[in-house]
């Protein structure tokens, strides 16, 4: 087994490598392997898997990449995931990825694939249009119809059709994967010092640019070094983030706020690759439909999912309460719309239940935090100082 | 004389229609309607008809406030209820105006919703809004249709029939429960009939812009003619005489070799053909449609009429295929079509209404259309050499519609107009 170090220092540089190296190399080891990027927030990444393909995730330049090109082609109000996403791409360091997978978020994602398609980067691209309509029999179905699409893309690349079993074992390879995940995060919620956010994000994170067989090896090895009592505890509240799901705040953001007072014991950074709360059956005859399904009735919420059936704010609060965190974090990318429409909902119903909330914006370029680190650092000092006084929120 | 007394009777005829509306829901209770609220984009006029059902459209409501100079303290006291500034304005607008009290824009109130339609299509933020407002209206049912978006620039088959299975099997029982009313396909079938028509009528009417000069404007009077059509008339026969109307006015001011009217009179001499992508903006709507008459533009197409479904390429509501009519008819609203549709839409426009120019109205919170603007723009300049303009303003919210910016930009646009029309004509003379 490796030491934990070794292994963290690893998931930081695939996590922040923009060539995306590892995937490039998996595809030269063997003649006609393919690989789909995919946006956030989340795709089934199990069917590209049992397509003989992988699975790469691309969640733009991060406070790495310097935008010159990617500014001609949006404005100025408008989030800065898809100028950095514009860059990179136009830059070539997408060339060795086949096809492009664009994920139901918001106008802005949607839009972009279209500007993709009008560039003619890559060999296909699909803007995958997920179910808002959750009884299996209508968008269930119409979400296998949009998975077949991706396979039949895959399929005109690598000649692979794909067999229920290739499908099956993709499954429990990546049911393994959200199990391990999960296995960390619960060790963080009673001992957050064991591992950092900041590293469990880039151990996450990691995942999305390697084969997954590999990423269930390295996250085992997380799991072992984790269940030994390490680190120190620290005088710290713990918080819940939500609203980083798609554009990623940079690492040192990340880092920041655990430094200015706050365990996060919960977060949507890499809400896709967490998703899917609990197994997907990897059993039946009938795989797609298991993944379609475990989509409609085992979702984690989503800002976009339409969710006035299943309101979002309680079921934040409920992550809260099962945390045992002390308070939220809303952290939203600048112009993200799904996030800030949200963020009303989230705070009216919070001032009612009692629920302390701060709230801030950032762009996945900044890179000087000391306001933010102010007012996180308040925020956990309010918390420690006066948890018995009156809530009033910040 | 009597060319002016034709031009008031579409208008007059309109106003009548809205009034009417607005009237009708004002007293919706004691005439026994439910009211329904819905969006434009892949509106299904015909189906609340079908119901007996009431339209509010929240976007209209918007809009209007804005032209009434009330938006901006709608927007404040949304803002201070934790709504962010970077956000739709029309999201903001509206939920300010159910603060204080859901006056509409006829100063009657807005009566609650007892359904809240989301046909989302082409716009993320529907989906948002109408979550806010079922936080608000908790006792309104809410009948979510899943439009699924043209993103390989293509209706499906299982496309449709995903939309189709939506209306059997969720909208139509929903509906039913709510109104007490049982559907009537017959009765659906009428209005659909009744909705083509319309379509081929307004069709016409923006066909006529290919005229020199164009006897209308087809972005800042095009918002007007679209008003029947898009809020809840579609599927009446008012409809089909409001556009009989307006067509046999636009008729006469082309046999009379006429521009179009403007709030000014008329526009004396077509000096520019234009087309814009964008909505336009409301808060100073008088202001932005001078700047372009002023300099003797007309506009000879824009995307933003086509925003509640485009019929310019052929298709209509099919009354023999009730709801798979109804399912292409969401489908095909304009931001509901992949980008490069968009662009081919905008290119075969540019072409064939023979325009000088190419104009982005640039929306700051309305992605739908704003995010992927400047690709498509590049696109359009490279593949037809046409001079394009780029001006950015608002919705509804008046902070963001900067005049002296605005002016100054088209001015020196159309001083490159006016220039390149001066090198081709130096070009043909020799």
């Excluded at chain 2, 034709?6 to 004002?26: N, T, V, Y």
């Excluded at chain 2, 087309?275 to 903006?281: A, F, I, L, Q």
């Excluded at chain 2, 292409?328 to 023979?354: A, G, H, S, V």
């Excluded at chain 2, 020196?412 to 220039?419: A, D, N, R, V």
Aim: net charge negative; with cysteine; glycine share 6%.
């Amino acid at each position: 087994m490796k030491e934990l170090k070794e292994i963290l220092q690893e998931c930081k540089e695939l996590s922040f490598d923009l060539n995306f190296t590892r995937a490039k190399n998996w595809k030269e080891e063997k003649e006609g392997r393919v690989l789909v990027g995919y946006m956030p927030i989340y795709f089934p990444r199990e069917i590209i898997h049992a397509a003989g393909a992988m699975p790469v995730g691309i969640f733009g330049g991060g406070d790495i990449k310097q935008i010159i090109k990617g500014d001609a082609y949006y404005q100025s109000y408008i989030c800065h995931i898809p100028r950095s996403i514009m860059e990179i791409a136009l830059d070539k360091h997408l060339d060795h990825i086949d096809g492009f997978i664009f994920p139901s978020i918001c106008d802005v994602i949607r839009n972009l694939s279209g500007i993709f398609k009008q560039q003619k980067i890559g060999k296909f691209v699909k803007y995958m249009d997920f179910p808002q309509n959750f009884l299996p029999e209508i968008g269930g179905v119409f979400y296998q119809q949009e998975m077949q699409h991706v396979l039949k893309y895959i399929k005109e690349l690598n000649g692979v059709e794909v067999t229920i079993e290739a499908l099956n074992h993709s499954i429990e390879l990546y049911n393994r994967n959200r199990q391990l995940i999960d296995f960390i995060y619960r060790i963080r919620q009673d001992y957050p010092w064991r591992l950092s956010i900041e590293e469990v994000y880039c151990v996450v994170r990691a995942g999305t640019v390697i084969p997954v067989e590999e990423h269930n090896a390295i996250l085992e090895q997380v799991c072992e070094h984790i269940k030994e009592d390490i680190g120190v505890p620290q005088d710290k509240i713990k918080v819940v983030i939500s609203g980083a799901f798609c554009e990623q705040p940079a690492l040192g953001l990340i880092r920041a706020i655990e430094e200015a007072g706050c365990y996060v014991v919960d977060d949507d950074y890499m809400l896709g690759s967490r998703m899917i709360l609990g197994d997907v059956d990897a059993t039946t005859d009938h795989p797609l439909e298991s993944i379609a399904i475990s989509y409609i009735k085992q979702s984690q919420y989503s800002s976009s999912i339409y969710d006035v059936h299943n309101p979002k704010e309680n079921r934040l609060a409920k992550i809260v309460k099962d945390r045992g965190a002390d308070g939220v974090i809303f952290a939203a990318a600048s112009f993200c719309d799904p996030s800030l429409l949200d963020a009303p909902i989230f705070q009216n119903a919070f001032d009612k239940m009692g629920i302390r909330y701060i709230s801030f914006q950032f762009s996945e370029n900044i890179n000087q935090y000391k306001v933010i680190k102010e007012q996180v650092g308040t925020f956990s000092d309010s918390i420690k100082l006066w948890e018995n006084e009156e809530v009033v929120s910040i | 004389m009597s060319k002016e007394a034709q031009k008031e009777k579409s208008m007059i005829l309109q106003k009548e229609m809205i009034e009417g509306l607005f009237s009708d829901l004002a007293n919706a209770k004691e005439l026994g309607k439910k009211v329904c609220y819905t969006f434009i984009p892949g509106n299904l006029s015909e189906l609340i008809r079908t119901f007996d059902m009431l339209p509010v459209y929240p976007e209209i409501n918007a809009l209007q406030s804005a032209m009434r100079k009330k938006s901006a303290a709608y927007i404040k006291e949304a803002e201070r209820n934790a709504h962010s500034e970077d956000v739709c304005t029309y999201v903001k607008c509206d939920v300010g105006m159910m603060m204080k009290g859901n006056i509409g824009p006829t100063g009657q109130k807005i009566p609650e919703p007892d359904v809240l339609l989301l046909s989302y299509t082409g716009c993320f933020t529907f989906l948002k809004w109408f979550e806010t407002l079922k936080r608000e209206y908790p006792n309104a049912k809410v009948i979510m249709v899943h439009t699924p978006y043209q993103e390989n620039a293509e209706m499906t088959p299982e496309m449709t029939q995903y939309m189709v299975k939506q209306f059997k099997e969720e909208v139509i029982p929903q509906m039913e429960e709510v109104t007490g009313i049982k559907y009537d396909e017959a009765k659906l079938k009428r209005h659909l009939e009744l909705s083509a028509k319309a379509e081929d009528l307004i069709n016409e009417i923006f066909q006529t812009t290919k005229h020199k000069p164009s006897p209308i404007d087809a972005y800042f009077a095009g918002v007007y003619y679209i008003g029947p059509i898009n809020i809840g008339f579609r599927g009446t026969q008012e409809a089909v005489d409001y556009y009989q109307e307006l067509l046999k006015e636009i008729h006469i001011r082309i046999e009379q070799g006429l521009g179009p009217i403007t709030p000014e009179g008329e526009m004396k001499e077509e000096k520019y053909r234009l087309v814009v992508e964008g909505p336009p903006n409301w808060t100073s709507f008088r202001e932005f449609w001078k700047i372009f008459y002023d300099m003797g533009a007309v506009i000879v197409a824009s995307s933003y009429t086509k925003v509640g479904g485009v019929y310019d390429l052929g298709w209509r509501h099919d009354p023999e295929r009730p709801l798979e009519a109804l399912a292409e008819y969401c489908m095909n609203c304009y931001t509901n079509m992949n980008i490069p549709q968009r662009i081919d839409l905008l290119k075969k426009c540019i072409t064939e209404y023979d325009a000088d120019g190419y104009v982005t109205n640039s929306i700051k919170s309305c992605n739908s259309f704003s995010a992927g603007q400047l690709g498509m723009m590049r696109e359009i300049e490279d593949s037809l050499e046409v001079p394009v303009g780029f001006i950015e303003s608002d919705l509804v919210d008046p902070r963001y519609f900067s005049y002296s910016n605005i002016k100054n930009r088209l001015e020196s646009y159309f001083q490159m107009l006016e220039q390149r029309k001066k090198m081709e004509k130096e070009m043909e003379t020799a």
